[in-house]
C-alpha cells in the first residue's frame, strides 16, 4: 500500500522531504513549497507590500518556480518579470520564449533586455578574446549590469534571482576554501545596493533545492526550459557540494545546518572586515573599484576583438 499524504492523509503521498519529516501528495507539496516562500520573504524581510518586485526570470525551472510560487503566496503584490537575452544562439531565443510564456501564464508584464540589440555584442563574442576561458564569469558581470539596467527601465528597486540553497551552498563552500571572503559576505538572503539608484538584492528561494523547484514546476505546470547553456560549468561548479550530499545521507537537516552556519559566518566576517568602498564607474556609473567597472572593461576588449576581425 503506498504512504498517504502526512498533511491531508487523504491521497497517495508523492514528494518525501525527509529534513520535514514529510511526506505529501501533489496538492500539498504545492502548499508547502508557496507557504515556505511566504515564509522565508518575511523572516528576511524581503519586501514591502507597496514595493513593485522585480522577478528576474532565465526561463529555467528555478526562477521560474520563483515567479510562479510569488505571485500565488502574494497574490495582491505587484511583481513584473525581468528577462535579459545575452544572444547565445540555439539557447537564449529558447530562454527568452519560456520567460514570456511564464510570464504570460502569470499574468505580469515582462521587461526584456536584449544585449544583442543593446551592444551590439553576445555572450559568444566574447570567445575570441582573453575571456574565452571564462565566459561564464564574464556572463555573471554581465547580467548583474543588465538586471540593474532594466529594473532601473521598469522602475523597480527589489531584484528577486531563483538562486536555490544548492546554488548558494555551493558558491558558499567556493568562497570558503578559496577565502574570498568579501565574496562569502555578500551570499545572504538580503543585498542592500551599494548605490541609492540600484536595487535590493532577494533571494526568496535560498532555503529550497533545486529538485523541490523541479517538482513545483512540474506539478504545477509552470512553463521552462531544460535546454543546457553551451558554455555552463554544470558538474564542476558543484563538486565541492558532493561532500554536503554525503553529509545529508545520515543527517537530512544538513544542508539547512550548513546554510545557517554559513550566513552566521558571513555575518561576523562583515563586521570584522572593512570592504574597499566602490565609486561609480567614469562610463556607466556602476559600483567600481578602479574608476572604470567590469562590465565596461570587458565590453570595451569584445568590441575591439570585433573591430579587429
Ligand atoms: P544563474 O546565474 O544562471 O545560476 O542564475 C541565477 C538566477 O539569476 C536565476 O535563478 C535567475 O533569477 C537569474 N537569471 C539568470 N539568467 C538570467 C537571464 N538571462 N535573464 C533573467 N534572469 C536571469
Ligand atoms: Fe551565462 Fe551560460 S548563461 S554562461
Ligand atoms: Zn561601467
Known amino acids: ?55 528576474a526570470v532565465s526561463g529555467g525551472k528555478d526562477s521560474a518556480a520563483l515567479l510562479h510560487g510569488l505571485r500565488r503566496a502574494f497574490p495582491n503584490q505587484k511583481i ?34 536584449d544585449l544583442k540589440r543593446e551592444e551590439n555584442v553576445s555572450l559568444s563574442d566574447f570567445r575570441r578574446t582573453v575571456f574565452k576561458k571564462k565566459i561564464c564569469s564574464v556572463c555573471g558581470t554581465i547580467k548583474r549590469h543588465s538586471f540593474e539596467e532594466i529594473a532601473r527601465r521598469a522602475g523597480v528597486k527589489v531584484l528577486a534571482t531563483g538562486h536555490n540553497m544548492d546554488d548558494m551552498l555551493s558558491f558558499m563552500l567556493n568562497s570558503f576554501f578559496t577565502k574570498q571572503w568579501t ?7 538580503v543585498l542592500p545596493p551599494l548605490f541609492s539608484w540600484m536595487t535590493r538584492k532577494v533571494k526568496p528561494l535560498i532555503r529550497t533545492s533545486g529538485r523541490e523547484n523541479l517538482l513545483y514546476c512540474l ?10 547553456c553551451p558554455y555552463s560549468r554544470g558538474a564542476k561548479a558543484k563538486e565541492k557540494l558532493k561532500i554536503l550530499e554525503t ?21 561576523i566576517l562583515e563586521e570584522k572586515i572593512r570592504l574597499q568602498e566602490a565609486t561609480p564607474c567614469v562610463k556607466c556609473g556602476f559600483p567600481s573599484l578602479n574608476g572604470v567597472c567590469a562590465y565596461c572593461k570587458r565590453m570595451a576588449y569584445v568590441k575591439e576583438a570585433l573591430s579587429n576581425g
Do not use: W
Open 1 to 55: 500500500m503506498p504512504r498517504k499524504c502526512s498533511r491531508c492523509g487523504s491521497e497517495d503521498a508523492e514528494v518525501n522531504l525527509p529534513y520535514a519529516r514529510l511526506s505529501l501528495c501533489r496538492d500539498c507539496f504545492l502548499e508547502y513549497y508557496v507557504g515556505r516562500i511566504k515564509r522565508t520573504v518575511e523572516k528576511y524581510r524581503m519586501f514591502h507590500e507597496d514595493e513593485t518586485v522585480g522577478v
Open 80 to 113: 513584473v518579470a525581468l528577462h535579459v537575452n545575452l544572444g547565445i544562439p540555439e539557447y537564449s531565443d529558447r530562454c527568452q520564449e519560456e520567460a514570456e510564456r511564464l510570464a504570460d501564464l502569470v499574468g505580469v508584464d515582462i521587461h526584456i533586455l
Open 183 to 189: 565574496q562569502l559576505i555578500r551570499l545572504k538572503p
Open 219 to 228: 506539478y504545477a505546470g509552470v512553463p521552462f526550459t531544460e535546454i543546457e
Open 247 to 267: 553529509l545529508s545521507m545520515n543527517n537530512p537537516n544538513f544542508k539547512y545546518q550548513a546554510l545557517d552556519a554559513f550566513l552566521e559566518i558571513s555575518k
